[in-house]
């Protein structure tokens, strides 16, 4: 996996003809009908989501894999593109296609995560230009961007919530957003062996410094070239990096884009394992107790695995309070 230099991961922009800009305001009665969409701070009529399962019931799969870790001068050091995956070895994996007026189909456009029966988390930034439901698709079971997956299901967006702090055009702070699952069924997302969602932060904590965790996506395998997606989903092995580390002048320090302390840093400092194009919003995944926990999103980055150049995600611990008032203000339990 690999990532697009100082914008976000993922969003394949030159494929796309989206025009409308959404912005996490009261949005204008001159803009198309959105009765789909809202914000935080234009809030409409209707459900929502069964808001993520209980800790019993997340985080575990069926199918096990363990990413290879890289490590400084070791022959493993350089995972180009991660390693390839078995099916259902992140079965909250989630495949956001965008159609493409040009093609007349959808495309590959970012990744995301299951957290509750009717709900989506994922990247702000991978969503904002999609201005009408149907240019959205949801897809879960998907392992083979080539073909159908047995298990695959495709849904649709119901409702959308962006962080009402996100900044698009500045530092990407606030980069996370909810998509509550257009139901096909009284239960929404329909859970089995190759489909379960990932745990949520218990706390605001989040997860350690220097534990490795699991980044998953289809992203790119040659830096800048939005062509070379995986054909598989693959995953790669990263470790937490103290946010100092990337702050510092050789790293990311004095950079137009600020490491805040609601973003995560992970990998290696010699480079050579990381997301990129095509990732965005797609999960970090650290495991704790047997179960695996939504840590970070993948949000971006300068190139793809350089040196110096670590992954920059947010930090879903820190967005705990604002998941769960989102929720309550909805009337969720």
């Not at 575990?60 to 870790?69: C, D, E, G, L």
């Not at 259902?88 to 509750?116: M, S």
Request: hydrophobic residues 30%; aromatic residues 8%.
């Amino acid at each position: 996996m690999w990532f697009q230099a100082m914008i976000p991961r993922g969003v394949r922009h030159q494929q796309l003809v989206l025009t409308i800009t959404i912005v996490c305001s009261t949005l204008s009665s001159s803009l198309p009908d959105r009765s789909w969409y809202y914000t935080t701070g234009d809030w409409k009529s209707g459900g929502f989501p069964k808001f993520p399962v209980s800790s019993s019931n997340c985080g575990q799969r069926s199918v096990s894999h363990q990413p290879v870790r890289g490590s400084s001068g070791g022959a493993s050091a350089k995972i180009v593109g991660g390693s390839s995956t078995p099916y259902g070895a992140y079965p909250w994996q989630v495949e956001i296609q965008a159609y493409n007026t040009q093609k007349r189909g959808f495309d590959h456009h970012c990744g995301g995560a299951v957290v509750g029966e009717r709900l989506v988390l994922t990247a702000a930034h991978c969503i904002t230009n999609l201005d009408r439901p149907e240019s959205m698709r949801l897809v879960v079971g998907k392992h083979d961007l080539r073909g159908k997956d047995k298990h695959e299901r495709v849904y649709r967006p119901e409702r959308i919530v962006i962080h009402p702090e996100f900044r698009r055009d500045g530092p990407h702070s606030n980069d996370i957003a909810l998509i509550k699952v257009k139901a096909t069924s009284e239960t929404g997302i329909d859970f089995n062996k190759f489909v379960q969602p990932i745990c949520l932060p218990e706390s605001d904590i989040g997860p350690s410094e220097g534990e490795w965790c699991t980044v998953t996506g289809w992203g790119a395998q040659k830096p800048g070239d939005s062509k070379s997606l995986s054909s598989t989903l693959r995953a790669a092995s990263v470790p937490l990096l103290p946010l100092s580390t990337c702050r510092q002048a050789d790293v990311y320090g004095g950079r137009l884009q600020s490491i805040l302390d609601s973003m995560l840093c992970a990998g290696l400092l010699e480079g050579g394992v990381d997301a990129c194009e095509g990732d965005s919003g797609g999960p970090l995944a650290c495991q704790k107790q047997g179960r695996f926990v939504l840590a970070g999103v993948v949000s971006w980055g300068d190139g793809c695995a350089k040196k110096n150049r670590p992954g920059v995600y947010t930090r879903v611990a820190a967005f705990n309070s604002w998941i769960r008032s989102t929720s309550e203000r909805l009337g969720l339990s």
